[in-house]
């Protein structure tokens, strides 16, 4: 298991940016696969994006293609994900999670440490 912190969320104005990063602690960072997930009021958990191991596969859900990007420091346990272009669709709670087995492409169930989650809050 490893242990996840996520951190940067906020409120931001549509069209704004926001950067969340992911602290790991724990096993071999770089033995994983990062996603981030995020949960609307009322509405399932569902995937945002993923990043293997050194960054070699990159995976986005179709709505944040071309407005957020995921990266990975391994040398810092960390993995950032960078949101331009907000939009108040994008209001959720932020989820870091990490797999050592991702399938292709990854999906939710694969993921089996999760952080605490972080408030994301567009205004319109």
């Known amino acids: 298991q490893v242990h996840l912190v996520e951190s940067g969320g906020g409120l931001v104005q549509a069209g704004g940016s926001l950067r969340l990063s992911c602290a790991a602690s724990?096993?071999?960072?770089?033995?994983?696969?990062m996603g981030w997930f995020r949960q609307a009021p009322g509405k399932e958990r569902e995937f945002v994006t993923a990043?293997?191991?050194?960054?070699?596969?990159?995976y986005y859900e179709d709505s944040v293609q071309g407005r957020f990007t995921i990266s990975r420091d391994n040398a810092k346990n960390t993995v950032y994900l960078q949101m331009n272009s907000l939009k108040p669709e994008d209001t959720a709670v932020y989820y870091c999670?990490?797999?050592?087995?991702?399938?292709?492409?990854?999906?939710?169930?694969?993921?089996?440490?999760w952080g605490q989650g972080t408030q994301v809050t567009v205004s319109s």
């Open positions: 724990g096993r071999a960072f770089t033995t994983y696969t």
């Open positions: 990043i293997t191991w050194n960054g070699g596969r990159i």
């Open positions: 999670a990490a797999t050592t087995f991702s399938s292709d492409p990854p999906k939710i169930t694969d993921f089996t440490s």
